[in-house]
């Protein structure tokens, strides 16, 4: 499937992963766990970059998918970080589905979210990890170089 939203002529039968296809750590994980959880009886999630995509038709914006990764569902229902990982899981069903799933239980939820932001905020010192992948300090401008 081409990286359009949907529309009328062109609607999405799958859930969208929307990533941050300019950081090389957030591309090689979506990647690898894309790998992991292929549905071999169904079809997969659609990874698309956020620079590469209608955020707006998605019901999603540049500020959120620059600081989380975003899982859309066909009917349009938006989740980011964590969530949108444990929604991944879900899709993919089987044992991976119950890990999802348990990932939504208030104590797990919690501990998932915390995990989520820490790797989220330390992106770019993670394995394959950059400089460009840092995420831009609250209150500064995307377009503002990083120091």
Do not use: I, K
Not at 68 to 94: I, Y
Not at 101 to 120: D, I, K, N
């Amino acid at each position: 499937m081409d990286n359009l939203p949907p529309t009328t002529t062109n609607p999405r039968t799958v859930p969208w992963l929307v990533f941050d296809g300019d950081c090389a750590f957030c591309t090689t994980s979506a990647q690898w766990v894309a790998g992991r959880l292929h549905r071999p009886g169904g079809p997969d999630a659609h990874l698309v970059p956020w620079q590469f995509t209608d955020l707006a038709a998605l019901g999603a914006t540049a500020e959120r998918a620059q600081t989380e990764v975003l899982w859309v569902t066909p009917d349009g229902a938006v989740s980011g970080g964590a969530a949108a990982f444990a929604a991944w899981l879900r899709f993919r069903g089987g044992p991976y589905g119950l890990v999802g799933q348990a990932m939504t239980a208030p104590g797990v939820r919690s501990l998932a979210a915390l995990v989520y932001r820490f790797v989220a905020r330390h992106r770019d010192q993670m394995p394959g990890g950059t400089p460009a992948c840092a995420l831009t300090p609250p209150g500064s401008h995307p377009a503002t170089p990083r120091h």
